[in-house]
């Protein structure tokens, strides 16, 4: 994966109705590739309209005084180098939604759903200020109700999760700041590499088809450019990343 990444979740089990209307009235050039984009685009803006799904995928958090980097403690802080779109359909960016598509794609419940450890907060620029961390999910490891309690002991990736819905920016898009984290014997320091580490391995478990709990997801990822400079100034642990990414659904699956 590039330097950035925007990634958008769609919930095709939502899209039935709406794609068998269209596929009637664009049944003699449904089988094409042009016909089968067209009828796929068109159901979903007329989902669209019905979920009231918003309009922006995200603000720059800077614009409005805020910051890509959460605050960790000590002054330094975790790049936000996932961006899940306020354009995905709303059931995907309620917390509910968020953590049905995190195990759709390798991410499960802390641990007995134990947290240690002090919350990170993050500034969207939102004017909503610095808010905690809404939640953070851990690499299960095939097994959502016992491969987090893994990933605490030998280590992996997760990601701790802000909404950006504050009256001066509400897309409700959902920044997360994904890291590759050593084992518990070596206090769960960053691996090397491992923010754009846990950035591309969560980008390759969930772009394409994924499901879980009867609600199927189609997802792309896209590079972006532009929202903080890569390096280590300001970052926790001084561990480099490259920059921050999107994920996105498609207008067809």
């Not at 939640?135 to 095939?142: C, H, M, S, T």
Request: glycine share 12%; charged share 15%; net charge negative.
């Amino acid at each position: 994966m590039g330097a950035s990444t925007y990634l958008k979740v769609d919930d095709f089990s939502l899209l039935g109705s709406a794609f068998s209307l269209i596929t009637k009235l664009a049944s003699a050039d449904m089988y094409s590739p042009r016909g089968i984009f067209i009828a796929a685009l068109v159901s979903f803006f007329a989902l669209g309209s019905a979920l009231n799904i918003r309009s922006i995928a995200y603000y720059d958090p800077t614009v409005g005084g805020g910051s890509m980097l959460d605050n960790a403690g000590d002054r330094y802080g975790e790049p936000l180098n996932v961006i899940i779109s306020g354009l995905s359909f709303p059931d995907v960016l309620t917390d509910d939604g968020i953590l049905n598509y995190a195990r759709a794609i390798g991410f499960s419940t802390e641990c007995l759903g134990i947290h240690i450890g002090n919350p990170q907060s993050a500034n969207l620029g939102d004017g909503n200020g610095y808010v905690n961390q809404t939640v953070e999910l851990r690499e299960d490891y095939g097994s959502v109700d016992a491969g987090t309690c893994l990933e605490s002991a030998i280590g992996g990736n997760h990601f701790r999760m802000y909404r950006q819905n504050g009256p001066l920016a509400n897309s409700g898009a959902l920044f997360l700041a994904v890291s590759k984290e050593e084992p518990a014997t070596d206090n769960h320091n960053i691996v090397p590499d491992g923010y754009d580490i846990g950035r591309d391995e969560l980008a390759s478990w969930a772009v394409g088809q994924t499901s879980y709990g009867d609600v199927s997801y189609s997802t792309t990822a896209q590079n972006i450019t532009g929202l903080l400079a890569p390096g280590s100034a300001g970052v926790n642990h001084g561990t480099p990343f490259t920059g921050p990414l999107v994920i996105f659904p498609p207008l067809s699956d």
